[in-house]
């Protein structure tokens, strides 16, 4: 049994499902007892209604990253301050959480991190810095979950908003690209330390394709096989949380499945 709360990041190629896996994880959880904290990290936003949020709701959360006048706040740099400027960071970040998380169903709290400038002035600036302290001071204690959507692709890697998380999970469909960025994450997340990757294999439609899958994934472990669920795609047709529409779905049990694995596995 760990002593202390867990952090898990969802990753992988566009579109495999980090979104619908870590949001519904995040509401399966938190009906298990736990605290849990739902980090977007994606720019786009999506997080909130996979996990129930109404759309009036949602639609008013301001990110993280443009909340100028705590970033000013936090760093030290006046909104629009130079990102050559060296900034302070102050440890007190508590109180963000208590400022900015919004509710979601089944006690879920969300984290909107928003936009964080890309190229090579991304890891130089005042709101992903702020993010990335964020994160990794974040201490948990025991019975809260963190579970973070991140950007599709490996960029996040470099930012580092990643690091120190307990487990990273890799979303994969059973095609060759997405196995081949689940191959460069690994690589990457041993560069940030990262204690343990594992696979999620989403989308299976048949034998054939997780065939391929455990044959192309090579040592990293696979945490859970989901089935390709018609009716997660019904839900986002109808604008609600794939939880909401039909709880005991094919996907879902797999996700049910995952849940366990991971709280057997990491003790939490
Ligand atoms: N097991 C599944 N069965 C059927 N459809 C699925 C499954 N998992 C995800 N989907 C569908 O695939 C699409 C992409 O899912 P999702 O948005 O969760 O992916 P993502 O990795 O977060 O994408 P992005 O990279 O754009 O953030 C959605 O339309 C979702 O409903
Ligand atoms: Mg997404």
Request: a negative charge.
């Amino acid at each position: 049994m760990r002593d202390r709360g867990f952090k898990l990041a969802v990753a992988g190629k566009g579109g495999v499902g980090k979104t619908f896996i870590s949001g519904t994880l995040a509401r399966l959880l938190a009906r298990d007892g736990y605290r849990v904290l739902a980090v977007d990290a994606d720019p786009n936003i999506n997080l909130a209604s996979t996990l129930g949020i109404p759309r009036e709701i949602s639609e008013r959360i301001t990110p993280l990253s443009e909340n100028e006048r705590l970033i000013a706040e936090k760093t030290g740099v006046p909104p629009g301050g130079s990102y050559g400027l060296v900034f302070r960071l102050t440890p007190r970040v508590d109180d963000i959480f208590q400022r900015f998380c919004v509710e979601a169903p089944d006690g879920v709290r969300l984290l909107v991190m928003g936009t964080v400038k890309g190229g090579d002035t991304g890891c130089m600036c005042p709101a992903n810095a702020l993010l990335r302290v964020l994160m990794q001071h974040l201490l948990l204690s025991r019975g809260e979950v963190v579970v973070m959507d991140m950007v599709a692709g490996l960029e996040h890697l470099g930012r580092g908003t990643a690091k120190r998380v307990d487990s990273m999970l890799v979303v994969v469909e059973p095609t060759l690209k997405s196995i081949e960025t689940l191959r460069r994450i690994v690589r990457l997340a041993e560069d940030i330390e990262i204690p343990e990757v594992l696979a999620v294999a989403n989308k299976l439609r048949d034998e054939r394709s997780r065939k391929l899958i455990e044959r192309e994934l090579g040592d990293t472990p696979i945490a859970a096989y989901i089935p390709y669920d018609p009716s997660i795609e019904e839900a986002e047709l109808l604008g609600v949380a794939p939880l909401d529409h039909d709880e005991h779905s094919p996907a879902i049990e797999a996700l049910r499945g995952l849940k366990e694995y991971l709280k057997d596995r990491y003790g939490f």
